[in-house]
T-cell receptor, first 114, second 115 residues
């Protein structure tokens, strides 16, 4: 069975620092895609970054980067130089190559303090 | 770019009544539309996956009788919550994707309050 787990329910950091959010996944498929989204206060879902399972290089987009550790089935999200507006709930999700259904983690609430 | 508009953004309905939400894809052809529900303090549960010219596939805890979905063309889908009760409250999210290896683009969600 496929599963995505985010154990951190809430993280609070001071702005301009770096934060890492954890995510582990379970699948027997050899080809899959991993995503991070953020949910704003209004509920809107914003795509942040994606990692393809066959790529060894960690994906990077702006101040978001991933720590992909395939042997550990882990895909951590790293946000550098955090800003107040990064405060949101962050979701990790997985999609198998064999179907297009997204499997979501439970989310991590990030609070950025001034 | 690919955009998905979802409306209404927020709605309140009386217990036992029904409400309809709509999802519009702009800038791409929405071959597949997935409807999710996020109940309070929970993650996203897939309600159903609709693919044009195929039967709509509902997940285990959701039925067509309760959440009828229409996906008449490549730019539009709607879902109705029939006979809504307190446990149906939450954020309903529509995600659409085109053909090939494209990913889902999400709407801004419809927040349903049931009173």
């Amino acid at each position: 069975a496929q599963k995505v787990t985010q154990t951190q329910t809430s993280i609070s950091v001071v702005e301009k620092t770096t934060v890492t959010m954890d995510c582990v996944y379970e699948t027997r498929d050899s080809s899959y895609f991993l995503f991070w989204y953020k949910q704003t206060a209004s509920g809107e879902i914003v795509f942040l970054i994606r990692q393809d399972s066959y790529k060894k290089e960690n994906a990077t987009v702006g101040h978001y980067s991933l720590n992909f550790q395939k042997p550990k089935s882990s895909i951590g999200l790293i946000i550098t130089a955090t800003q107040i507006e990064d405060s949101a709930v962050y979701f990790c999700a997985m999609r198998l190559d064999s179907n297009y259904q997204l499997i979501w983690g439970s989310g991590t609430k990030l609070i950025i303090k001034p | 770019g690919a955009l998905v508009y979802q409306y209404p953004r927020r709605t309140i309905c009386k217990s036992g009544t029904s409400m309809r939400m709509e999802c519009q894809a702009v800038g791409f052809q929405a071959t597949s539309v997935a409807w999710y529900r996020q109940s309070p303090q929970k993650t996203f549960e897939l309600i159903a996956l609709s693919t044009v010219n195929s039967a709509i596939k509902y997940e285990q805890n959701f039925t067509q009788e309760k959440f009828p979905i229409s996906h008449p063309n490549l730019s539009f889908s709607s879902m109705t919550v029939l006979n809504a009760y307190l446990e149906d409250r939450g954020l309903y999210l529509c995600g659409a994707r085109g053909q090939g290896n494209s990913d889902y683009t999400f709407g801004s969600g419809t927040r349903l309050l049931v009173i």
